[in-house]
């Protein structure tokens, strides 16, 4: 673009690094610094191995468990999506791929609505065996948490492997059928091993998903299950303990880095094009009897997976269940908007009290400031990645760092570093928004860095030597050329920023709480008013949440993908 | 040995195959020749049991193989893109279906040892297949299918991916491999000259339908249809109208022809077609006493070695003709062609 392009790329990098340096290195290094030099202070007197070790040995358990039975709903439904085509796969699809974008709140608010105390299922046993408590603790168990994460990360398995499964060369697996093999000889001894690479890099992803996982956890799992994320949080916000909380997030970051640095590994495609398919590939009707029973089978599973929990959700945002105390079993079952029209009336009782409608206008401000700040910088990035420069090699890894960095780890680092004025929460709101866009931030350069890479340089070339200056060049065929994509990741950023709850839970202030925060707190509060309101919340984020994604899907370019 | 009887197969709501049949004998080698799209492919595809035809059966033997599955066969088949397992080395991919056989691992290691030196890649043995060129791969390929001793090979367009040069020296190799193996093959390509150096019959296939099948020398000499003589490139073709049907007489754009023999029965007034085959015309002013003589300007005169191409222009008409000596461009030629060599097809 210059005659010194080196030294532009240098100067695209200044803004982001500084911002990277400032608001991501400089928390992290106070974590280390807390954990590796204060170790004989005061924190550590109190201090036993098994503080770490048993959260540390239940992460790995979950996060293992999860992987296996995400991988078992997971496998079939990469294999339904690549192979075969039936009335509503399309709908199947998109409802598989929503998950991902859902935030964890609402997903353990959905999975509250139908497994918890107040949920479908035990107000349902209630009624109909006239029984005064819940017969069913399905809450506060390991299952719900496993059931969460397998709704949660199917929809990663259905992405990576059936994508890749579907570029597969079909003759592969002809040419061993004719060599002798079953059906199941082929697969195992050809198919298997060419989607090996994908299969364990969409696990490793799954796995370091649930093993990050926090909100789903904390809000699913109750006080006897802790992950080292829900165990960072415990030991910042009620314990106070900082230097465990430090020890738990340098522990977390290793493991995290180690697993990212594996998944990058088995990542590297490694047959080439001998594996892929040269045509086009095509879907197949569902022919024989078997094959039937399976897609019928598999469209049943995954909707009462994916449906039934949003679904309760929904309607239980919708519906009173109040027994009068008095009446033993006389439930009171009915429409209601209430929860609804409470979230927008102030009804002050305690002094924590936030008005519903304040945590939403909370929300979205943080949400619009994040989009600016994350779209800013993620462009600017995302054009210094693009150019060939020799220091480029060294500085993208400190830019897909943040996401190995889990948000809770984020938030202990900003409660350590900027916990007094002027960068102290209630002096300083663009904290949260700050956090939120080094979440965002490596989604903004991924979907933005191939965009730009595929705008050739003929075409700003062609169009200098048709008068343009370097700011119309930039408006004229970048913009129009990168419009798709900078939308894609603006709403991506909008609906992360949204429900995001991890560095959130440490940063709110407590009278301006944002709405995940807010259906966190009210849930955990007795009364169904509270609990309604909940629900209403979820069910809205909810919404929002959808609507992006199916935007998403609307706009993105094929083979654009998120992760 | 193989029989396929009256297959149909419909491709997206489309008609594909019409009822196709024809038989494979012991040792034969049978090329399957059509246009890309006429359906060749998919009646290996049937033969191999990967796909299921609307009707008709593929019968081994006299035994129905409607209910044995692909693997039970024991048909083996080379695929145009070869397909071999990227994910294992040569001598693994011989190897795959020794395997699947349950044979010892000394019994397999000497018969890919056999199977590499009859390619001639000994020293390949432990190479993965994806630095193969396009050549080795077929070699490689033509080996895997080969080694677990198949009832039936049947080959998908084996040399398509190939340059011309690489064909011609391995359609001569594959020749002298195939017969070797003394097992039946079914050989598909749409290249006729292809066809013509291998096959013992050619079955020709054109829009969904078998339109003839013998040897090559049958064919040559007695094409049925103007569409297997065009497509076989056999001569120039002439439409014309029969004006008087003893002596044959069809009226063309450059004058009146006589032809004594025609597969066909044609009446009075009948649209056909003529092949006038470029070897079989008559050149110079001795023969002008013969029938079915034309005058022509020579557009063009080509040499290809044992002959000269000659490019003639009979009033709007162009016509091929061979020629022992070459013609001045832009002269003026008498060229006939005997009625006995002409040959008719009605349409």
Same mark, same amino acid.
């Given at each position: 673009?210059?005659?010194?392009?080196?030294?532009?790329?240098?100067?695209?990098?200044?803004?982001?690094?500084?911002?990277?340096?400032?608001?991501?290195?400089?928390?992290?290094?106070?974590?280390?610094?807390?954990?590796? /030099?204060?170790?004989?202070?005061?924190?550590?007197?109190?201090? *036993?191995? /098994?503080?770490?070790?048993?959260?540390?040995?239940?992460?790995?358990?979950?996060?293992?468990?999860?992987?296996?039975?995400?991988?078992?709903?997971?496998?079939?439904?990469?294999?339904?999506?690549?192979?075969?085509?039936?009335?509503?796969?399309?709908?199947?699809?998109?409802?598989?791929?929503?998950?991902?974008?859902?935030?964890?709140?609402?997903?353990?608010?959905?999975?509250?609505?139908?497994?918890?105390?107040?949920?479908?299922?035990?107000?349902?046993?209630?009624?109909?065996?006239?029984?005064?408590?819940?017969?069913?603790?399905?809450?506060?168990?390991?299952?719900?948490?496993?059931?969460?994460?397998?709704?949660?990360?199917?929809?990663?398995?259905?992405?990576?492997?059936?994508?890749?499964?579907?570029?597969?060369?079909?003759?592969?697996?002809?040419?061993?059928?004719?060599?002798?093999?079953?059906?199941?000889?082929?697969?195992?001894?050809?198919?298997?091993?060419?989607?090996?690479?994908?299969?364990?890099?969409?696990?490793?992803?799954?796995?370091?998903?649930?093993?990050?996982?926090?909100?789903?956890?904390?809000?699913?799992?109750?006080?006897?299950?802790?992950?080292?994320?829900?165990?960072?949080?415990?030991?910042?916000?009620?314990?106070?303990?900082?230097?465990?909380?430090?020890?738990?997030?340098?522990?977390?970051?290793?493991? @995290?880095?180690?697993?990212?640095?594996? !998944?990058?590994?088995?990542?590297?495609?490694?047959?080439?094009?001998?594996?892929?398919?040269?045509?086009?590939?095509?879907?197949?009707?569902?022919?024989?009897?078997?094959?039937?029973?399976? %897609?019928?089978?598999?469209?049943?599973?995954?909707?009462?997976?994916?449906?039934?929990?949003?679904?309760?959700?929904?309607?239980?945002?919708?519906?009173?269940?109040?027994?009068?105390?008095? !009446?033993? $079993?006389?439930?009171?079952?009915?429409?209601?908007?209430?929860?609804?029209?409470?979230?927008?009336?102030?009804?002050?009782?305690?002094?924590? #009290?936030?008005?519903?409608?304040?945590?939403?206008?909370?929300?979205?401000?943080?949400?619009?400031?994040?989009?600016?700040?994350?779209?800013?910088?993620?462009?600017?990035?995302?054009?210094?990645?693009?150019?060939?420069?020799?220091?480029?090699?060294?500085?993208?890894?400190?830019?897909?760092?943040?996401?190995?960095?889990?948000?809770? @780890?984020?938030?202990?680092?900003?409660?350590?570093?900027?916990?007094?004025?002027?960068?102290?929460?209630?002096?300083?709101?663009?904290?949260?928004?700050?956090?939120?866009?080094?979440?965002?931030?490596?989604?903004? %350069?991924?979907?933005?860095?191939?965009?730009?890479? +595929?705008?050739?340089?003929?075409?700003?070339?062609?169009?200098? /030597?048709?008068?343009?200056?370097?700011? !119309?060049?930039?408006?004229?065929?970048?913009?129009?050329?990168?419009?798709?994509?900078?939308?894609?990741?603006?709403?991506?950023?909008?609906?992360?920023?949204?429900?995001?709850?991890?560095?959130?839970?440490?940063?709110?202030?407590?009278?301006?709480?944002?709405?995940?925060?807010?259906? #966190?707190?009210?849930?955990?509060?007795?009364? *169904?008013?509270?609990?309604?309101?909940?629900?209403?919340? /979820?069910?809205?984020?909810?919404?929002?949440?959808?609507?992006?994604?199916?935007?998403?899907?609307?706009?993105?370019?094929?083979?654009?993908?998120?992760? | 040995?193989?029989?396929?009887?009256?297959?149909?197969?419909?491709?997206?709501?489309?008609?594909?195959?019409?009822?196709?049949?024809?038989?494979?004998?012991?040792?034969?080698?049978?090329?399957?020749?059509?246009?890309?799209?006429?359906?060749?492919?998919?009646?290996?595809?049937?033969?191999?049991?990967?796909?299921?035809?609307?009707?008709?059966? %593929?019968?081994?033997?006299?035994?129905?193989?409607?209910?044995?599955? @692909?693997?039970?066969? $024991?048909?083996?088949?080379?695929?145009?893109? #070869?397909?071999?397992?990227?994910?294992?080395?040569?001598?693994?991919?011989?190897?795959?279906?020794?395997?699947?056989?349950?044979?010892?691992?000394?019994?397999? +290691?000497?018969?890919?040892?056999?199977?590499?030196?009859?390619?001639?890649?000994?020293?390949?043995?432990?190479?993965?297949?994806?630095?193969?060129?396009?050549?080795?791969?077929?070699?490689?390929?033509?080996?895997?299918?080969?080694?677990?001793?198949?009832?039936?090979?049947?080959?998908?367009?084996?040399?398509?991916?190939?340059?011309?040069?690489?064909?011609?020296?391995?359609?001569?190799?594959?020749?002298?491999?195939?017969?070797?193996?003394?097992?039946?093959?079914?050989?598909?390509?749409?290249?006729?000259?292809?066809?013509?150096?291998?096959?013992?019959?050619?079955?020709?296939?054109?829009?969904?339908?078998?339109?003839?099948?013998?040897?090559?020398?049958?064919?040559?000499?007695?094409?049925?249809?103007?569409?297997?003589?065009?497509?076989?490139?056999? $001569?120039?073709? %002439?439409?014309?109208?029969?004006?008087?049907?003893?002596?044959? @007489?069809?009226?063309?754009?450059?004058?009146?022809?006589?032809?004594?023999?025609?597969?066909?029965?044609?009446?009075?007034?009948?649209?056909?077609?003529?092949?006038?085959?470029?070897?079989?015309?008559?050149?110079?002013?001795?023969?002008?006493?013969?029938?079915?003589?034309?005058?022509?300007?020579?557009?063009?005169?080509?040499?290809? $070695?044992? #002959?000269?191409?000659?490019?003639?222009?009979?009033?709007?008409?162009?016509?091929?003709?061979?020629?022992?000596?070459? *013609?001045?461009?832009?002269?003026?030629?008498?060229?006939?062609?005997?009625?006995?060599?002409?040959?008719?097809?009605?349409?």
């Amino acid at each position: 673009m210059t005659k010194r392009p080196a030294l532009l790329t240098l100067a695209l990098w200044l803004i982001p690094l500084a911002f990277l340096a400032f608001f991501f290195y400089q928390p992290l290094v106070a974590i280390f610094r807390l954990v590796f /030099s204060e170790r004989f202070s005061q924190g550590w007197e109190l201090f *036993a191995w /098994s503080q770490v070790s048993k959260p540390l040995n239940f992460t790995f358990l979950q996060a293992f468990l999860s992987t296996i039975l995400t991988l078992v709903v997971g496998l079939p439904a990469a294999w339904l999506f690549a192979k075969f085509d039936f009335p509503g796969r399309k709908i199947l699809r998109t409802i598989s791929l929503l998950p991902f974008i859902l935030p964890t709140v609402v997903v353990a608010a959905a999975f509250n609505t139908l497994i918890g105390p107040q949920g479908w299922i035990n107000q349902a046993l209630m009624a109909l065996f006239n029984l005064s408590v819940p017969p069913l603790k399905l809450l506060n168990s390991l299952p719900a948490i496993l059931l969460a994460h397998v709704f949660y990360n199917t929809s990663i398995i259905v992405r990576i492997v059936s994508s890749s499964w579907s570029r597969l060369n079909p003759r592969l697996e002809h040419a061993a059928r004719l060599l002798g093999a079953t059906p199941w000889q082929a697969f195992t001894k050809v198919t298997l091993p060419l989607l090996l690479p994908s299969l364990l890099s969409a696990s490793l992803l799954v796995f370091l998903f649930d093993f990050t996982s926090f909100g789903v956890v904390l809000m699913l799992g109750g006080p006897q299950f802790s992950t080292i994320e829900v165990e960072i949080y415990n030991q910042a916000m009620n314990r106070f303990n900082l230097p465990v909380a430090g020890l738990l997030s340098v522990i977390q970051l290793g493991i @995290t880095l180690l697993v990212t640095l594996l !998944q990058n590994r088995v990542n590297t495609p490694r047959y080439g094009k001998a594996a892929l398919n040269p045509e086009k590939s095509a879907l197949s009707r569902p022919a024989r009897r078997w094959q039937k029973v399976f %897609v019928v089978f598999m469209v049943i599973s995954l909707i009462l997976l994916f449906a039934v929990p949003v679904l309760s959700l929904i309607t239980r945002s919708f519906v009173t269940l109040e027994a009068d105390r008095g !009446q033993r $079993g006389e439930v009171m079952v009915g429409f209601t908007l209430r929860y609804y029209r409470e979230l927008f009336q102030n009804r002050s009782g305690s002094i924590f #009290y936030v008005p519903p409608i304040q945590a939403i206008r909370n929300s979205l401000l943080y949400s619009g400031v994040t989009i600016l700040i994350a779209g800013l910088l993620g462009i600017l990035t995302a054009y210094a990645m693009a150019r060939r420069a020799r220091f480029n090699k060294f500085l993208e890894p400190l830019f897909m760092l943040p996401l190995g960095a889990s948000a809770v @780890t984020l938030g202990l680092g900003f409660l350590l570093i900027f916990n007094r004025p002027p960068w102290a929460n209630s002096t300083f709101p663009l904290l949260i928004p700050i956090a939120h866009s080094l979440i965002a931030l490596p989604f903004v %350069v991924r979907t933005m860095l191939p965009a730009i890479r +595929s705008i050739p340089e003929s075409l700003r070339e062609a169009s200098r /030597s048709l008068g343009a200056n370097p700011l !119309q060049v930039l408006l004229k065929v970048d913009l129009p050329i990168l419009l798709r994509s900078l939308l894609v990741s603006l709403v991506f950023v909008f609906t992360i920023s949204l429900g995001e709850f991890g560095a959130s839970s440490f940063l709110s202030n407590p009278h301006a709480p944002t709405i995940p925060v807010a259906i #966190y707190r009210y849930i955990s509060q007795p009364g *169904a008013l509270n609990y309604g309101q909940a629900l209403a919340m /979820s069910s809205l984020l909810l919404l929002v949440c959808g609507l992006g994604s199916l935007l998403i899907e609307k706009i993105r370019l094929p083979g654009e993908e998120l992760f | 040995m193989l029989e396929v009887q009256n297959l149909t197969k419909d491709y997206e709501n489309k008609p594909l195959l019409k009822g196709v049949s024809f038989e494979v004998a012991k040792g034969e080698l049978v090329c399957l020749l059509g246009s890309s799209g006429s359906g060749k492919s998919t009646i290996l595809r049937i033969i191999a049991g990967l796909e299921e035809p609307e009707s008709g059966a %593929v019968l081994w033997e006299g035994q129905d193989l409607r209910d044995v599955p @692909t693997h039970k066969r $024991g048909f083996g088949l080379m695929f145009q893109d #070869y397909a071999l397992f990227p994910h294992k080395t040569i001598a693994q991919n011989i190897a795959f279906g020794l395997q699947l056989q349950g044979m010892k691992e000394e019994e397999i +290691s000497r018969r890919v040892k056999d199977s590499l030196e009859s390619i001639r890649m000994q020293s390949f043995a432990d190479r993965p297949v994806t630095e193969l060129s396009g050549g080795e791969q077929q070699r490689v390929a033509l080996a895997r299918a080969l080694a677990p001793s198949p009832k039936l090979l049947m080959l998908d367009e084996p040399l398509g991916a190939l340059d011309h040069t690489l064909r011609t020296q391995l359609i001569l190799e594959l020749r002298a491999i195939l017969h070797q193996s003394q097992i039946p093959v079914i050989y598909v390509t749409h290249d006729r000259e292809e066809a013509f150096g291998l096959a013992d019959r050619l079955v020709i296939l054109h829009d969904g339908v078998i339109l003839q099948q013998g040897t090559p020398q049958e064919l040559f000499e007695q094409p049925q249809t103007a569409w297997v003589a065009e497509f076989l490139g056999l $001569g120039n073709l %002439v439409p014309g109208v029969v004006t008087q049907s003893k002596p044959l @007489t069809i009226k063309t754009a450059f004058g009146e022809l006589k032809v004594d023999i025609q597969p066909h029965q044609f009446t009075l007034g009948q649209k056909c077609q003529l092949l006038l085959r470029p070897e079989d015309a008559l050149i110079g002013t001795q023969y002008s006493a013969r029938e079915n003589h034309v005058e022509c300007l020579v557009r063009d005169s080509l040499f290809m $070695g044992e #002959y000269h191409q000659l490019e003639l222009l009979c009033g709007e008409t162009m016509l091929f003709a061979r020629s022992q000596i070459p *013609a001045k461009i832009g002269s003026r030629l008498e060229v006939s062609w005997p009625a006995e060599k002409i040959r008719g097809f009605p349409g």
